[in-house]
């Protein structure tokens, strides 16, 4: 892993499913998506967010589900239903006004593939397909939706030098 790589990072781009999410979609009676969220996950986000990092989505699907967590988490940087995931790198960059080898994109299959080859930082969660896994910079010791993103989002922050004071800043150092 390239720490000079990570230290250059300001956004970091999630999948939804297979990296937040173990992947499985629950639907109910009426036809209505679950998802589930790993809430490590979730804490890792907030304290990446707390050290000025940006978070944002890159997902081929849609769901109400998301849109729910995201709003919990403060995240509004959301490309959902994006089929063809390294288009919507320019926006971003405009969006953002950051350059590609300033984001990071976490994956787990093909389809994020174009994407991962064109941003700054690749990281494919532990359970990706073996050839995202072959192209990637960081592969988490963690399958998605069991805690990937929370160990992204440490290595992040220690590589930043943000790792104390975030402990500091929480009461928690």
């Known amino acids: ?8 990072i300001k956004l ?28 490590k996950d979730g804490l890792g986000i907030r304290l990446l967010m707390k050290a000025g990092i940006k978070v944002g989505i890159v997902t081929g699907r849609t769901s109400k589900a998301l849109y729910h967590r995201c709003t919990n988490l403060g995240i509004s940087l959301i490309f959902d239903g994006v089929h063809e995931k390294s288009s919507a790198l320019n926006i971003i960059s405009e969006k953002t006004g950051l350059l590609a080898e300033e984001i990071a994109f976490v994956g787990d299959d093909l389809l994020d593939l174009p994407l991962l ?38 290595a992040i922050l220690k590589a930043q030098g943000s790792w104390k004071k975030i402990l500091e800043i929480s009461g928690w150092g």
Not at 123 to 151: F, W
Request: include cysteine.
């Open 117 to 154: 080859k064109k941003v700054g930082f690749s990281i494919a969660v532990a359970d990706a397909h073996e050839t995202v896994l072959d192209n990637v910079d960081m592969v988490t010791s963690k399958k998605g939706g069991d805690g990937a993103v929370r160990e992204v989002c440490d």
């Open 12 to 39: 970091l781009l999630l999948d939804v499913d297979g990296v937040l999410t173990n992947g499985s979609i629950i639907y109910n009676d009426n036809g209505a998506e679950t998802k589930i969220f790993n809430v």
């Open 1 to 8: 892993m390239d720490i000079n790589k990570l230290k250059r």
